[in-house]
Structures are given as structure tokens and as C-alpha cells.
């Protein structure tokens, strides 16, 4: 089955800094990797998402990079502010079976004003 | 905020004893993913329901199993809690394959 890795597992950033947090999968089938946001105590919050067919994409402060070949996806958030600080998911989807969604161990970025 | 809501938010349950975990989805949407996230891990995958049926499953135990209603709401049940059930289970709700978006999840705790 899918395995993903993410790194690192705890970043700190000086405000209006860039981040940057990488994962890697191991299914060459998968086709749809999303990245999520979760704050203490809520549900993760999609941010951003890209598909197998687009290396790059783009909204505002955050973008996300995909190298299938190696496979391996990047968040990049740009002009880092109080409120990024959060735990953030990589995740992973195969294009065959139930669609599940396999997901890395997570990093806490934290912001320093 | 995603339309996707949980209930309870939180429970306290003891070894042994069952428990039922409730989502309703977005609207609009028609297939209900569960996982289970332990505390300082990703969610894992236990299970998903699309229109009513089970589309597949986890590595989760029987004694974890689910339900779709016909308003594509759906139910977690677990048997026989034991200690390490306790986690945060969040259920997503997403158009067939489309994108997932979480609920804010039900905190169970087994003593």
C-alpha cells in the first residue's frame, strides 16, 4: 500500500520568512496529493491541493511543487504570518481502489513574531 | 468551516463498552470517509461509504464498522472499546472521488 513521508516534523520560522515541508510517496499510481491544516482542536482544513498532471500550483502565499518522476510534493507558504502556525498534512490518493487517502505524520510550524 | 458536522465532540467510554459516532455531510455530497487520528499522528483511513455501501476499508478490526444512511449521513460503530481506541475520529465528506473536507471530529476516550 501507499506510504507517505513527511519532513520535517517540527519547523520554526521568524515571521515574513518562507517555509517549506516536503513529504514523499511510494505509489507510483497515485494521482491527487492535498495538503491540510489542523488547528488545536479541530478537523483538518484543506489549504491547497494538486494533481499528477500539473507540477505546480498556486494561491496566493501558498504554493505546491510535484516531482512525479521522484516522487515527492513540497508546501511552500511564502510571507509567513502569526496565524500559519498549525500542524500541516501531506497527503496521497491512488487512482484505483476506494480512493482512501494516506497521509504523512504531520509538521508543526510554528510562526515566531 | 466546512459543511461537515460531528457528533458528539466528545465522549468518555470504558474498556469493553460500545460506542456510536455520528457525521452529516456537506451538502451535496454522497460519500462519507472515517479515520481515526491518534494524538501527534495523520488520520488513518478505516473506512468509506458511497451510496450506502462500504468502498473499502483500513486496517481497522471488525468490531469497527459503519453505516450510510439515505441522506448520506453516516454512523461509526466500535465493539468492544480497548484502551488504544482512544483517539480523534474525523469523518470527511466529499463528492465521489473529489476532494475531501473534514469534520471537526469526535474526541473518544476509553478508560
Known amino acids: 500500500g501507499e506510504n507517505v513521508e513527511q519532513h520535517p516534523s517540527t519547523l520554526s520560522v521568524q515571521e515574513g520568512d518562507s517555509a517549506v515541508i516536503k513529504c514523499t510517496y511510494s505509489?507510483?499510481?497515485?494521482?491527487?496529493f492535498p495538503w491540510y491544516k489542523q488547528e488545536l482542536g479541530k478537523g483538518p482544513q484543506l489549504i491547497i491541493d494538486?494533481?499528477?498532471?500539473?507540477g505546480e500550483k498556486k494561491d496566493q502565499r501558498i504554493a505546491v511543487t510535484l516531482n512525479k518522476t521522484a516522487k515527492h510534493f513540497s508546501l511552500h507558504i511564502t510571507e509567513t504570518q502569526p496565524e500559519d502556525s498549525a500542524v500541516y498534512f501531506c497527503a496521497a490518493r491512488s487512482n484505483f481502489g476506494n480512493e482512501k487517502l494516506t497521509f504523512g505524520t504531520g509538521t508543526r510550524l510554528t510562526i515566531i513574531p | 468551516e466546512t459543511g461537515v458536522t460531528q457528533s458528539p465532540t466528545h465522549l468518555i467510554k470504558t474498556r469493553g463498552q460500545q460506542v456510536t459516532l455520528r457525521c452529516s455531510s456537506q451538502s451535496g455530497h454522497n460519500t462519507v470517509s472515517w479515520y481515526q487520528q491518534a494524538l501527534g499522528q495523520g488520520p488513518q483511513f478505516i473506512f468509506q461509504?458511497?451510496?450506502?455501501?462500504?468502498?473499502g476499508r483500513g486496517n481497522f478490526p471488525p468490531r469497527f464498522s459503519g453505516l450510510q444512511f439515505p441522506n448520506y449521513s453516516s454512523e461509526l460503530n466500535v465493539n468492544a472499546l480497548e484502551l488504544d481506541d482512544s483517539a480523534l475520529y474525523l469523518c470527511a465528506s466529499s463528492w465521489g472521488t473529489d476532494t475531501q473536507y473534514f469534520g471537526p471530529g469526535t474526541r473518544l476516550t476509553v478508560l
Open positions: 505509489d507510483s499510481a497515485s494521482n491527487y
Open positions: 494538486i494533481r499528477s498532471n500539473v
Open positions: 461509504y458511497y451510496r450506502e455501501e462500504e468502498n
